[in-house]
T-cell receptor
Framework: DAKTTQPPSMDCAEGRAANLPCNHS???????VYWYRQIHSQGPQYIIH???NNETNEMASLIITEDRKSSTLILPHATLRDTAVYYC???????????????FGQGTILTVHP | NAGVTQTPKFRVLKTGQSMTLLCAQD?????MYWYRQDPGMGLRLIHY???????AKGEVPDGYNVSRLKKQNFLLGLESAAPSQTSVYFC???????????FGQGTRLTVV
C-alpha cells in the first residue's frame, strides 16, 4: 500500500474553509484515497473516498491531483466541532486476506479556533 | 440498526486477570477489526478478521487472542492482563469491497 504523508497539525478559523493536504506520491493506479477523522475520545468516522475524480458529500470535498500523487480534504465552513485528528489512507479495493488490513498513520490534528 | 456495539464500555482489571471484549455488528459485514489507542497516540491494529471463522494478526497482537465464531461477533481476549494493556480499545467493521469502516464507541480498560 502507498505511504501517506500529512502535516502533524493545522489551525483554522471557525467559518473558514479547512484544507487538509495528503501526499501519496507512490500511489498505484488501483488505489483509492480514504479520509477518516477522530474526534476526541470517539471512534474514527469515515468522511469520504475517491479514486481520481473529485468527490463531494455532505461532510466534505476531496480534491485529487491529476497525477494522483496528492489530495486535499476540504471542510468548506469549519466549525468548532470539526476539531479532530484527520487521517488520510490509501487502499486497494479488492477481496482476499492480503487486502484486509486497515491501518492508520499519525494523521493531522486540526484545531478550529473561534 | 445499532451499527457496531462494544461491550463493556469501561472495565478495571487487576494484573493477571482475564477478560473478553465483545464487538457486535448488525450490518452483515465480512471484515472486523480490533484496535488499541493509548493516550495521545494513534490507533494500532491488534487483530482482524476477513470472515466468519478466520482471524489474522495486526501490528500489535502479542498478549491478545481473538475469535470470530459468528459473522456478527468478534471477541478480543486478554488471558493475563498487564498494566501495559491499559488502553482504549476500538472495534470496527466493513464490507468486503470498500474500506468505508464503521467504528464502535470504544472500551476503556484499566489494568492495575
Amino acid at each position: 500500500d502507498a505511504k501517506t504523508t500529512q502535516p502533524p497539525s493545522m489551525d483554522c478559523a471557525e467559518g473558514r474553509a479547512a484544507n487538509l493536504p495528503c501526499n501519496h506520491s507512490t500511489i498505484s493506479g488501483n488505489e483509492y484515497v480514504y479520509w477518516y477523522r477522530q474526534i476526541h475520545s470517539q471512534g474514527p468516522q469515515y468522511i469520504i473516498h475517491g479514486l481520481k475524480n473529485n468527490e463531494t458529500n455532505e461532510m466534505a470535498s476531496l480534491i485529487i491531483t491529476e497525477d494522483r500523487k496528492s489530495s486535499t480534504l476540504i471542510l468548506p465552513h469549519a466549525t468548532l466541532r470539526d476539531t479532530a485528528v484527520y487521517y488520510c489512507i490509501v487502499r486497494v479495493e479488492a477481496g482476499g486476506t492480503s487486502y484486509g488490513k486497515l491501518t492508520f498513520g499519525q494523521g493531522t490534528i486540526l484545531t478550529v479556533h473561534p | 440498526n445499532a451499527g457496531v456495539t462494544q461491550t463493556p464500555k469501561f472495565r478495571v482489571l487487576k494484573t493477571g486477570q482475564s477478560m473478553t471484549l465483545l464487538c457486535a455488528q448488525d450490518m452483515n459485514h465480512e471484515y472486523m477489526y480490533w484496535y488499541r489507542q493509548d493516550p495521545g497516540m494513534g490507533l494500532r491494529l491488534i487483530h482482524y478478521s476477513v470472515g466468519e471463522g478466520t482471524t489474522a494478526k495486526g501490528e500489535v497482537p502479542d498478549g491478545y487472542n481473538v475469535s470470530r465464531l459468528k459473522k456478527q461477533n468478534f471477541l478480543l481476549g486478554l488471558e493475563s492482563a498487564a498494566p501495559s494493556q491499559t488502553s482504549v480499545y476500538f472495534c470496527a467493521s466493513r464490507m468486503t469491497v470498500t474500506f468505508q469502516a464503521f467504528f464502535g464507541q470504544g472500551t476503556r480498560l484499566t489494568v492495575v
